[in-house]
């Protein structure tokens, strides 16, 4: 998929730094949360997901926060590399419905410099 | 790693034509999606299906679409009669069925309607 024309939010790091990208969802009854990774052509890629009775997990470099209080998810990536470069979304699912049914936020561009 | 595969990856069809978007599902995943991302636009459910019938659909999913999954292998997406609106990179998910399993997705058809 492609994201041309959606103005994203865009981060922007050097090779080898740490990535932060964040995500404010919207139903504080959703209890399921995930990171895709999308590259231009490609489908979301699955990283990493959360429940909520948690507030961190931890995967290969990359670990997901989550701040219910606040609706906020992150997602951090250690030594970021080129082929991280990828839109990323957040997606959660509300608590009751239907499973995969997801609800997508807009996405965060990240571009990583050599 | 086992992938969700859609076909064709392009389709342009002239409006008010039916067209059917394939999809072959992780071959131990039970539950099945699809998704639509309009160009510029979020990723956004439109059907789940699982056990041969829909389990929930979202307000896109009107009477101009249906799935099936004929031969026990291939899920499918039928548009009957095409719009303009339709256009959009439409993707096919599965996953396992386990609570809260994460949705793996296919790399999309990009749908042109003229």
């Known amino acids: 998929g492609e994201n041309v024309g959606l103005h994203l939010p865009t981060l922007s790091v050097q090779e080898g730094d740490n990535s932060i990208i964040n995500c404010a969802y919207s139903?504080?009854?959703?209890?399921?949360f995930i990171w895709y990774k999308q590259e231009s052509g490609k489908g979301p890629q699955f990283i990493i997901d959360?429940?909520?009775?948690?507030d961190k997990r931890q995967g290969q470099r990359v670990t997901v926060l989550l701040n219910k209080t606040v609706k906020h998810l992150s997602l951090q990536i250690a030594a970021t590399q080129p082929g991280d470069s990828a839109v990323y979304f957040c997606?959660?699912?509300?608590?009751?419905?239907?499973?995969?049914?997801?609800?997508f936020g807009k996405g965060t561009k990240l571009s990583v410099k050599p | 790693e086992p992938e969700v595969t859609q076909t064709p990856s392009h389709q342009v069809t002239q409006m008010g034509q039916e067209v059917i978007l394939r999809c072959v599902p992780i071959?131990?995943?039970?539950?099945f999606y699809w998704y639509r991302q309009i160009l510029g636009q979020k990723v956004e459910f439109l059907v789940s299906?699982?056990?041969?019938?829909?389990?929930?659909k979202s307000e896109i999913f009107d009477d101009q679409f249906s799935v099936e999954r004929p031969d026990g292998s291939n899920f499918t997406l039928k548009i009957r009669s095409t719009k303009l609106e339709d256009s959009a990179m439409y993707f096919c998910?599965?996953?396992?069925?386990?609570?809260?399993?994460?949705?793996?997705f296919g790399n999309g058809t990009r749908l042109t309607v003229t």
């Open positions: 139903n504080s009854a959703s209890d399921y």
């Open positions: 959360i429940r909520s009775n948690m």
């Open positions: 299906f699982y056990n041969n019938e829909i389990s929930e």
């Open positions: 997606a959660e699912s509300p608590s009751g419905g239907s499973q995969g049914n997801l609800i």
């Open positions: 071959s131990n995943h039970l539950y």
């Open positions: 998910a599965t996953s396992q069925g386990v609570y809260n399993s994460p949705l793996h």
